[in-house]
């Protein structure tokens, strides 16, 4: 296993639709869920898409600590992967949410979200997956799903007036 170097915005890579996993059970998709686990533990983050890592191919992994949790519909989970993952909003309620990513460090920015999405895709043991997702959970899987098409989150914000540094927003928070 390696922590791999992750893709900055600018970055060719993270503008691109990533290409479809062939093999999901492939030697080389196992080897990379396990190094992109192990980069993503060390970045500190909740999620992170191959693209991010330098491999254009549709994988993400995300997870959902106790902290960021909203209740019995969004749960924590360990480290979730999805393997080709097909997104679709569930009603068209939506929220803003304030972002991160480990591609664009040290800002935050206000985006519009589904509250619920369903999801569809493969484990990393190429086991078929679905549900729907809602709360932190969903907005997590959408932003990860966005990297897999070529978009960063200050892509689907519609005020950037609500971007800022990371310590510029915890102190002020965003403006309205």
């Known amino acids: 296993m390696a922590i791999l170097k992750i893709a900055r915005m600018g970055h060719p890579v993270l503008l691109r639709r990533a290409e479809d996993v062939a093999d999901v059970t492939a030697p080389e998709i196992t080897s990379l869920i396990q190094d992109m686990m192990e980069t993503l533990k060390d970045a500190g983050g909740v999620g992170l898409a191959a693209p991010q890592v ?43 949410r304030l972002e991160g990513c480990l591609s664009i460090p040290g800002l935050r920015g206000e985006v519009p979200r589904y509250r619920r999405v369903r999801y569809a895709g493969y484990d990393q043991k190429g086991n078929p997956v679905h549900g729907v997702a809602s709360g932190f959970r969903a907005n997590v899987m959408q932003h990860e799903m966005d990297h897999l098409d070529g978009i960063l989150y200050p892509m689907r914000m519609d005020d950037l007036g609500k971007l800022g540094f990371d310590a510029e927003v915890t102190r002020y928070g965003v403006r309205t």
């Open 54 to 96: 330098h491999v254009s191919k549709r994988v993400f992994l995300y997870f959902v600590p106790e902290s960021r949790s909203e209740g019995e519909d969004d749960p924590p989970c360990d480290v979730q992967v999805l393997i080709n993952p097909v997104l679709e909003p569930v009603g068209e309620e939506q929220m803003p």
